[in-house]
């Protein structure tokens, strides 16, 4: 039985042939990469989110295995059914379960669907504020670099479900950080501020990666900092060969308890 929820009257999503169906008629049409987009209203999921290119880019570059570390570790944790929020490309689906995946930019949706064609995967285009999913009907989620959304998080794990949500480490890519600025900083690793979900752990997850200078200034266009430097210290990664390069990361595991 899906968990899914018809965005439009939030009854349950029935999968009927090549499209998702509610009682109240409400249909939504699987794409042939095997994703269905619940996105309603005036943003379809074309103009929202990552672009294409820039999706395409994203995940040419997680394919190497920069981040294997990090995929590694959620992977282990994956128990029940899964939702993993914020997907983008799906670089970190990895799970023999009941898997449900989503995004709100349709390209990053449609690369991850195409990338797992198992009958257990289930993707679909959605907004974070507004998840389609039933209530307490996720035993486990993952939470990637995406915005947070205490009460939506709280409403889809069912008790005792558990949430990983995963922020930059301290030390994350500060090689980097080294040659492009003068006086480079450090990441807070805060957790976000939750009211319906305790913390029970903190894990770090940190690796050392060889790469080169054409991956390591792809790496840089993905970060929420390359539009805040100027082209003069941009250009300081020209200089590099290849470096050995920090990737590190904080891993926040979430309970829900009532």
């Known amino acids: 039985m899906s968990i899914l929820l018809c965005p439009v009257c ?4 029935i999968k009927d042939g090549k499209s998702y169906k509610c009682p109240n008629g409400h249909s939504f049409d699987i794409s042939k990469e095997g994703y269905v987009n619940l996105l309603t209203g005036s943003k379809s999921g074309d103009k929202t989110g990552d672009s294409k290119e820039s999706a395409r880019a994203r995940h040419a570059f997680l394919a190497k295995g920069y981040y294997s570390c990090l995929k590694e570790y959620i992977s282990q944790k994956l128990t029940g059914t899964v939702l993993d929020i914020c ?14 995946s989503f995004d709100i930019s349709k390209e990053m949706v449609r690369l991850a669907s195409k990338s797992h064609r198992e009958d257990n995967y289930n993707y679909f285009v959605a907004n974070l504020s507004s998840i389609p999913v039933g209530d307490g009907s996720v035993d486990t989620a993952i939470h990637l670099f995406a915005p947070f959304n205490d009460k939506e998080f709280a409403r889809v794990l069912n008790k005792n479900g558990r949430l990983y949500s995963v922020v930059p480490g301290k030390n994350h890519l500060i090689e980097l ?6 006086s480079p900083y450090k ?12 913390l029970c752990s903190k894990t770090k997850i940190t690796d050392t990666v060889q790469i080169g200078r054409d991956d390591l200034k792809e790496l840089f266009s993905m970060t929420p900092y390359f539009y805040r430097t100027s082209q003069r210290d941009k250009d300081k990664l020209d200089s590099v060969d290849s470096i050995k390069l920090t990737v590190d990361f904080a891993v926040f595991e ?5």
């Open 254 to 258: 979430y309970t829900k308890e009532k």
């Open 187 to 198: 990441n807070d690793e805060e957790p976000p501020k939750v009211e319906l979900l305790t």
């Open 87 to 100: 997907c983008g490309e799906g670089y970190y689906d990895s799970y023999g379960g009941e898997f449900y």
């Open 10 to 13: 939030k009854d349950k999503l």
């Open 177 to 182: 950080k080294n040659i492009v600025y003068d």
